[in-house]
């Protein structure tokens, strides 16, 4: 079945250091993958998306690489904001199906 | 301006009380998802609907059912509901590979 890895549960760093998530995923069918971002009391929205020709997507300082190889899709920024401080889920939508599946998503607590 | 209403925002109900969620989109999008949240497990699929009267399955839907008659409208319904299925529900909506939008969610209390 398709799935979706994120090992860290929490990842507590220092504004201005480098932010790496990881992700990593299953799916029998060549997926479109994705980063949510979730700040407090608020709904997932869209952070990133994979494109089908392998540009790196970016925005507000992220990006992702896509690595079939590997299937991982990390996510990094290099120097965090305390604005940054979100919970951050990867997700993966098959291409043969509507279906966009979750992972467990990583607390990103950026402090001062 | 697209969107995905949900209603109510907040609900408290008793153990064994009925509950219908409600959800709204304004884009035509044909797929749209029930997920919850619980903290440590994520956004879990209770049901994802592909159009009208095509729902399916998801991970979880054991305690739920789901109704969608017009495009634009998805409900969730818990018939006599449970204290483990006190959890954030959202509402979300999609074209196939691109982007979910979601509701602001509904916070529900069994209790």
């Known amino acids: 079945g398709d799935s979706v890895t994120q090992t860290e549960g929490l990842v507590t760093l220092t504004e201005g250091l480098p932010v790496m998530l990881n992700c990593t995923y299953q799916?029998?069918?060549?997926?479109?993958l994705f980063w949510y971002v979730q700040h407090l009391n608020e709904a997932p929205k869209l952070l990133l998306k994979s494109f089908t020709d392998n540009k790196r997507p970016e925005h507000q300082g992220f990006h992702a690489t896509l690595h079939k190889s590997s299937s991982s899709f990390h996510l990094q920024k290099s120097s965090a904001q305390l604005s940054d401080s979100a919970l951050y889920y990867c997700a993966l939508s098959p291409s043969n199906t509507n279906k966009v599946v979750f992972g467990t998503g990583t607390r990103l607590q950026v402090l001062p | 301006d697209m969107k995905v209403t949900q209603m109510p925002r907040y609900l408290i109900k008793r153990m064994g009380e009925n509950v219908l969620l409600e959800c709204g989109q304004d884009?035509?999008?044909?797929?749209m998802y029930w997920y919850r949240q619980d903290p440590g497990l994520g956004l879990q699929l209770i049901y994802i609907s592909y159009d009208v009267d095509s729902n399916s399955e998801g991970d979880i839907p054991k305690g739920y059912r789901v109704s969608r008659k017009k495009r634009e409208h998805f409900s969730l319904i818990l018939d006599s509901a449970k204290t483990n299925q006190t959890s954030v529900y959202f509402c979300?909506?999609?074209?196939?590979?691109?982007?979910?939008?979601f509701g602001k969610g509904t916070r529900l209390t069994v209790v």
């Open positions: 799916s029998t069918y060549s997926p479109f």
């Open positions: 884009m035509s999008h044909e797929t």
């Open positions: 979300a909506s999609s074209i196939q590979g691109t982007e979910v939008f």
